[in-house]
């Protein structure tokens, strides 16, 4: 069903959009860069148009995004969050969202190797980024992270909910200090929140993962 | 007792899914054609709607359709409404609107012209018991929840006159009982002390909110909903919904948390299945963290006095407890009652009086809160054992020993026993491994602001009920499938009760396979996963389901290879003569001759005794493999309860009210172990949930106007990884429950109970004993105390931060 299957695309924007779409896709053929293409258009980072008034259905919405080590295109309104991207239009649901507002770390997500809350973050805004999701952090052929595998070992997650932000933070910390005490890892996991309390059994993992003790 | 799993690690199969992010919660899941719906909520706390209009919302483009009040199954009083044309409390669903996109509906909704008459309100408990206070309902009754009669219960001027400032008043009770002379016991006391005291309510903060989706497919309703019990949802939500229990397809494999908040089916998930049904299309309807503090429960609040009267040996001679508990807009839960049977169970009072009364206030539903009652009295009674014990110049654990039940001790009004205690064993045990002794010799030392403070906590849930039903399947290629009702609600009980039929069977655990969290897999009546019952209650239908296939595998055993049944001895993959081992048969052979066999050995006779879903499932099941399946009707020996000790030591800043704290360790009496790190994850997480209802944790709403002042997490204040200390510690005493056919019995919620107190009662001796009788406590209640100031607060005060 296309772009309805994501039930956040409105079919009448898409209908106004589609001539430009055909345009945008040709350009993207031709110059064999999105990026460059979108960047032009919005001119930055900010995920915001830039000049001249542009309005919702008069910007580019076909981009491409370099997820997971996979260039995906995707459709993508102007206000839409990463996290939203993700879970209704890349089938990426491994992002959960507890609270859609910055406070509860279940959408953790890398951009570049550092962790974002993915829904306080616009998909148009990262596209010159790498994201990476919790479907991402394993091996090419679906081997388990160290992290996610201390994870099990350590039966760390309980109702597992925020069991995706807290994987991904873990990487990433282990990503920049291989090797960090309980306490740094304590203070580099403290925007994942686990209702079930399973805090000290997620560190327990994050220690096992990076080899230097409580396993 | 030896066995071959129980009291073994082993890796849940759900844990993988978990770490991967493959484990499918309800929101996502996605079906073709799935549009969005809102909920249009009250901004009154209580309000009757004289008109809505929704014209201009059904013109805008995108917007399928709306659900009014008047189009959703009415529900019985006092229970919440579906969606309701008089809301009882900010944001009280009123209506729904679908769209091809959530952001369309939500415009559509900013477009709908909603009258609101507003009502009068009330959200502190006492005000609604005051003569000229206003009731929470239209009706006038204000009390009712807990299964109460509706009613208005009124205390007099004189009785509100007759208290001393700062004093609980106390009038007319909705509900009392009392056993023993509790005069006589409080003439008879060394000390005796009177002190009133306020609880806060909490939210359950679950971190998945309570998002729904659902469609129709062939005449039924197929949810995806987020619950922590499986079977004991469906006939709820079928008669939410309108349907029979059989025409729904419930699927819950996992939920992101409930706490006692997701235990039964609620009204919300009825939405998205009646927008479903009326529009023809699969709807989805997320529920944001905003709209989880307004429909997504909290812990019942209290009010109350205590008094306690102690001999000079530190028994408890008498006690005499009086709650008025804040039950929200609905029935709320029974926490009033709960908190009474905790005092008398882990204390043994010898005389007792208790009274109470649930008032409704204009405030979210309330429900079950992990230890609902039993824990928030713990942070009450915990630190008036300490203040005796000082008074008495006897140690705290030791007072706590002189109090504490033994097995078969008596519990609450009825005097019913207790099927085991362990709990003076817990007391010892982390006595021993806390070093209470050295550390409680620091107490009270200080190191420029800040000083040390140690402290010991105690709580106790009922631990199991009876009279479920158990199913499990051994199939053609020898598999064990154990059918199990309960839900995931990160326990991991499904699985280890489930272990308990293995056991039974003597089944290596690879050669067993957890049927759960979809009703299309056959599933058994279970009650829900809460009250710390899976692990008794299921193990109790596990065993009595393998034991019925054991019996039917033996029969089959005797049929083919001559001798009586009771010859026979299973190894785990074959069945086989004691007096000849060479004379058996592989489970695979005896499951293909049940299926031969047909009859009740593959589930074509079943028993007269189990629920009609159990029924249902095993007949679907039924020529499929050897069929065990069977009603729990095993003994009962009492009340199954569970207990819990915790200690804590502290350090309190006097200059700034913030504490830290240095070492916590939760022990549990929970019978015999199943699963240590599962057991290790529940004591663990309930110290922390402890901490936060103990320091951190509060809805508060604004008695001006009725607003909830909490709809953040940031606000509501869960505990995060830096409210916790980095390590903390779990033991437990492993000692079986003698009614439990395998010495099992839950843990869940008293070690909760246990952590907070343990906290409070070690910030309390930080300040040289002073008891708070109030939680959480906060870091101006700290400070106030510091520097010798009276409380920002009065004794009996609500919705303070």
């Not at chain 1, 995906?72 to 507890?98: I, S």
């Not at chain 2, 503090?293 to 008094?307: L, M, S, T």
């Not at chain 2, 019925?548 to 086989?576: C, N, P, Q, S």
């Not at chain 2, 843990?747 to 952590?755: D, K, N, S, T």
Request: aromatic residues 6%.
């Amino acid at each position: 069903m296309g772009d309805g299957a994501s039930g956040l695309n409105l079919g009448q924007e898409a209908e106004a959009v589609r001539v430009s779409r055909r345009e945008f896709i040709k350009r993207v053929i031709a110059s064999g860069a999105v990026a460059s293409a979108a960047t032009y258009v919005y001119g930055g980072l900010s995920g915001c148009a830039k000049q001249g008034g542009s309005v919702a259905g008069g910007v580019e919405r076909l981009i491409s995004l370099n997820v997971n080590g996979q260039v995906r295109r995707v459709d993508v309104l102007p206000q839409e969050t990463l996290a939203m991207t993700l879970r209704y239009k890349l089938g990426l649901t491994g992002t959960k969202l507890g609270c859609d507002r910055g406070e509860c770390g279940a959408c953790t997500v890398m951009l570049n190797d550092i962790t974002h809350n993915s829904c306080s973050v616009l998909t148009h805004s990262v596209r010159d980024r790498m994201v990476t999701t919790v479907e991402g952090v394993g091996g090419p052929n679906g081997e388990l992270h160290p992290v996610q595998q201390a994870f099990i070992d350590e039966l760390s997650p309980q109702c597992g909910f925020c069991t995706p932000g807290q994987v991904v933070s873990a990487v990433a910390l282990l990503k920049r200090n291989p090797h960090p005490t309980r306490d740094e890892c304590r203070a580099a996991m403290a925007g994942n929140l686990c209702r079930c309390g399973a805090y000290d059994n997620y560190l327990n993992g994050v220690m096992r993962a990076a080899g230097t003790g409580a396993a | 007792m030896t066995y071959k799993l129980l009291g073994q690690d082993f890796t849940p199969p759900d844990v993988l899914a978990k770490v991967t992010g493959t484990a499918k919660y309800a929101e996502d899941f996605r079906a073709e054609g799935m549009v969005f719906c809102r909920m249009l909520t009250s901004p009154m706390p209580h309000a009757r709607v004289r008109a809505i209009d929704v014209s201009a919302a059904l013109a805008l483009p995108g917007v399928l359709g709306v659900l009014l009040p008047s189009e959703v199954t009415p529900v019985q009083e006092p229970n919440p409404p579906i969606l309701t044309d008089e809301p009882q409390f900010v944001g009280a669903p009123i209506l729904a609107v679908a769209a091809v996109d959530e952001t369309t509906a939500q415009d559509a909704i900013d477009l709908i012209k909603l009258d609101l008459e507003p009502l009068p309100f009330v959200v502190d408990p006492l005000h609604s018991l005051h003569p000229d206070g206003p009731a929470a309902r239209a009706d006038g009754n204000n009390v009712g929840a807990g299964g109460l009669k509706l009613q208005s219960l009124k205390w007099t001027r004189e009785d509100f006159e007759r208290a001393q400032p700062g004093t609980m008043p106390m009038g007319k009770s909705a509900e009392d009982w009392s056993y023993g002379d509790v005069d006589a016991g409080f003439a008879q006391s060394k000390v005796v002390y009177d002190d009133s005291f306020v609880t806060a309510s909490n939210s359950h903060h679950s971190l998945e909110p309570r998002s729904t989706f659902a469609y129709w497919q062939n005449g039924k309703c197929f949810v995806h909903g987020s619950t922590q019990s499986q079977s004991f949802v469906v006939p709820g939500l079928a008669q939410y919904i309108g349907i029979k229990p059989d025409e729904l397809v419930y699927i819950s494999e996992f939920c992101g948390g409930g706490f006692g908040s997701k235990g039964a089916a609620f009204p919300s998930m009825a939405i998205p299945a009646l927008m479903a049904r009326k529009l023809n299309r699969p709807v989805m309807m997320r529920v944001s963290r905003a709209e989880e503090y307004y429909i997504g429960h909290a812990r019942n609040g209290f009010q109350g006095r205590i008094k306690l009267g102690f001999g000079a040996d530190g028994r408890l001679l008498a006690a005499d407890m009086y709650i008025v508990q804040e039950s929200g807009a609905y029935n709320g839960f029974i926490d009033f009652r709960n908190a009474a049977d905790a005092l008398s169970v882990v204390y043994q009072p010898l005389a007792m009086r208790w009274r109470g009364i649930p008032v409704y206030t204009n405030t979210p539903t309330r429900s079950a809160q992990r230890g609902p009652g039993e824990n928030q009295i713990a942070c009450i009674l915990e630190p008036l054992m300490d203040r005796a014990a000082r008074d008495l110049k006897i140690d705290r654990v030791q007072i706590r020993n002189i109090n504490a039940p033994q097995t078969g001790s008596k519990v609450g009004s009825n005097r019913r026993n207790v099927t085991s205690s362990y709990l003076r064993d817990a007391q010892q045990q982390g006595a021993t491994r806390f070093n209470w002794s050295e550390r409680v010799s620091r107490s009270g030392e200080r190191r420029g602001s800040k000083v040390t403070g140690v402290g010991v906590g105690q709580a106790y849930h009922p631990a199991g009920f009876n009279g479920f039903d158990g199913l499990v399947r051994i199939t053609p290629d020898g598999k064990l499938h154990i059918h199990t009702g309960v839900g995931n609600l990160g326990t991991f009980s499904h699985s280890g009760t489930a272990r308990i039929a293995a056991e039974v069977l003597q089944y290596d655990w690879e050669n067993c396979i957890v049927e759960r969290g979809d009703s299309r897999k056959h599933l058994p009546w279970n009650i829900g996963q809460f009250g710390s019952n899976t692990s008794f209650t299921m193990a109790r239908t596990n065993y009595v389901a393998a034991m019925d296939a054991l019996a039917k595998m033996k029969e089959i055993a005797a049929r083919d290879l001559g001798g009586h049944a009771d010859d026979y001895a299973v190894d785990g993959t074959r069945i086989f003569a004691r007096s000849n081992t060479h004379r058996g048969m592989t489970y695979a052979a005896v499951a293909q001759r049940a299926v031969k066999l047909a009859g009740k050995y593959s589930g074509y006779e079943l028993p007269k005794d189990i629920n009609p879903m159990t029924r249902a499932s095993a007949t679907a099941l039924a020529g499929s493999g050897l069929i065990g399946v069977a009603k729990d009707t095993l003994p009962v020996g009492g009340e199954t309860a569970a207990f819990a000790c915790a200690f804590a030591e502290v350090e309190v800043d006097l200059e700034t009210g913030q504490h830290r704290i240095i070492e916590i360790l939760n022990v549990g009496d929970c019978g015999t172990v199943i699963h240590p790190m599962g057991l290790t994850t529940q004591l663990k997480g309930a110290t922390v949930q402890g901490i936060s209802i103990a320091t951190l944790e509060h809805l508060i709403f604004d008695p001006q106007n009725g607003l909830p002042g909490h709809v953040g997490l940031y606000q509501a204040r869960p505990a995060t990884y830096l409210d916790v200390p980095a390590q903390l510690n779990a033991d437990w005493v492993n000692k079986p429950d003698p009614t439990s056919p395998m010495g099992t019995k839950g843990i869940g919620e008293p070690p909760l109970g246990a952590a907070a107190s343990a906290v409070i009662c070690a910030i309390s001796d930080a300040l040289g004993g002073h008891v708070f009788n109030r939680t959480p406590i906060k870091t101006d209640m700290v400070l106030n105390v510091a520097m010798k100031r009276p409380a920002a607060h009065s004794p009996l005060q609500v919705n303070t931060d």
